[in-house]
């Protein structure tokens, strides 16, 4: 479905974005992922080479705009068009809002929303030149209802959510669909760093009765970003096993 396609996922070293960047690669797009760290964008696609998937990677701080512009404006050139942009670079926080400093709080948001901001505004004016283009965030199912603490996270994630809804309307007269996927509870670092008796009382609550793993999500991404998502646009969609209600 993908043949041809430049895709750029975030966050695609590891975890989610690590399967996401695996399954676009696998339906043949030209995956370009992007990591924090020059060492983990290698582990990444050091991994992948021995599945015989090949990425290219790079490694700008998402929150310094003249970086991510650099960065972009090198693979319009080298590929002549963006057709798929994954934003879902992202980190948590577990702390109560007492424990929490104002820096650690601004700190999620430039991680989670503005370095987003500037992805997108950077892929933007060619996404426009070429009438086409799909972007993509990874929002929350806590974007929905919140969580008991850790506020930057499920605050950083709404935002998420009212960045893709203005954007679809934004970016429609373009034919450039924008649009979010809000996890539940994933197999990945971020969940397997949570205490035993914190995780197995949260699976009891989810009602197909597992917690979901990286391809449960990555192939969402797949379908918003398909021709079968043509008229989607705008939508979070919910990929929790329903532990949302
Ligand atoms: P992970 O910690 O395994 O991976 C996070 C990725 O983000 C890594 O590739 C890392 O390099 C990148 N990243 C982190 N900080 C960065 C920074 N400052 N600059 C650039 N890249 C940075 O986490 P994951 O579980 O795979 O999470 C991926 C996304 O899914 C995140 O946006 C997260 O909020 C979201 N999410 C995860 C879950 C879950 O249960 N795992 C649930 C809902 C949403």
Redesign the pocket.
């Known amino acids: 479905m993908f043949e041809g396609k430049v895709v750029i996922v975030?966050?695609?070293?590891?975890?989610?974005?690590?399967e996401i960047a695996r399954k676009f690669a696998k339906e043949k797009a030209q995956v370009i992922i992007?990591?924090?760290?020059e060492e983990?964008v290698t582990k990444a696609i050091e991994l992948l080479k021995k599945e015989d998937i090949v990425v290219e990677g790079y490694?700008p701080?998402?929150?310094n705009e003249a970086e991510v512009t650099d960065v972009i404006n090198k693979i319009y050139a080298t590929y002549k068009h963006i057709d798929v942009l994954v934003n879902?670079?992202?980190?948590?926080a577990s702390k109560k809002i007492t424990e929490t400093t104002y820096e650690e709080f601004t700190h999620i948001m430039d991680?989670?929303v503005n370095?987003m901001f500037n992805m997108i505004k950077a892929v933007t004016p060619y996404m426009q030149k070429q009438k086409d283009g799909v972007i993509l965030n990874?929002?929350?199912?806590?974007s929905i209802y919140g969580q008991p603490s850790g506020v930057g996270?499920p605050t950083s994630?709404s935002a998420v959510n009212g960045l893709t809804k203005s954007l679809a309307r934004e970016l429609a007269p373009f034919n450039i669909r924008v649009n979010a996927v809000?996890?539940?509870?994933?197999?990945?670092?971020?969940?397997k760093n949570l205490p035993k008796d914190v995780i197995e009382p949260l699976i009891k609550t989810i009602p197909l009765g597992r917690?979901?793993e990286?391809a449960d999500?990555a192939n969402a991404f797949i379908f918003l970003a398909s021709p079968m998502a043509s008229y989607i646009t705008g939508v979070v969609l919910s990929v929790d096993g329903a532990a949302r209600s």
Do not use: E, Q
Request: net charge positive; hydrophobic share 35%.
């Open positions: 975030t966050g695609g070293t590891r975890g989610i974005g690590l992007f990591g924090s760290k983990s490694y701080n998402l929150n879902n670079a992202g980190i948590s991680v989670n370095a990874t929002s929350s199912m806590v996270y994630k809000a996890p539940g509870i994933i197999n990945t670092d971020m969940v917690i979901g990286p999500v």
